[in-house]
Structures are given as C-alpha cells and as structure tokens.
C-alpha cells in the first residue's frame, strides 16, 4: 500500500485540526459548562490534544495506510 496525498483529506484535517485548537483555546469554558469544572480541565485539554493529533493525521491522509495495515496484519492468513 502505498502513500498517496489527497486534497481532500487535507482540507477535511485542517477542519479538524481547527476544531481540535478552538477546543484547546476554551477548554474551561467548556469543562465549566459541560464537564464538572476545574477537576475536569486536563482530561479536556487531553481530549482536545488528542483531536489535534487526529487531524494531523487526516491532514496527512495517514489514516489509511495506517488503519490499512493494522488490518492487514490482524486479517492476513497465516
């Protein structure tokens, strides 16, 4: 399988990578309203690392090959 760079896994990524840094920006705001306050801003700002991470990799358009191989080796016959 090999690595081919799609222009739309890039702007899809970068939508996600946007998503993940405003998620970032206002993480207590968030973990205020929706979370239960202060005990709860490192797991929001975790989630919000975690989103930024996936979009690079969707940025990347390493989803693929790397969700291609992980099933090519848990489902290849021995």
Do not use: Q
Not at 4 to 28: K, N, Q, Y
Not at 30 to 57: E, H, M, P, Q
């Amino acid at each position: 399988m090999a690595y081919e760079f799609s222009f739309a896994s890039f702007f899809i990524g970068f939508i996600i990578v946007a998503v993940g840094a405003a998620f970032m920006l206002w993480h207590r705001v968030i973990a205020d309203n929706l979370g239960s306050g202060v005990s709860s801003y490192d797991r929001f700002k975790f989630w919000a690392l975690i989103t930024c991470v996936v979009g690079f990799v969707v940025m990347l358009n390493l989803h693929a090959y790397i969700l291609g191989n992980l099933i090519i080796s848990i489902f290849h016959p021995a």
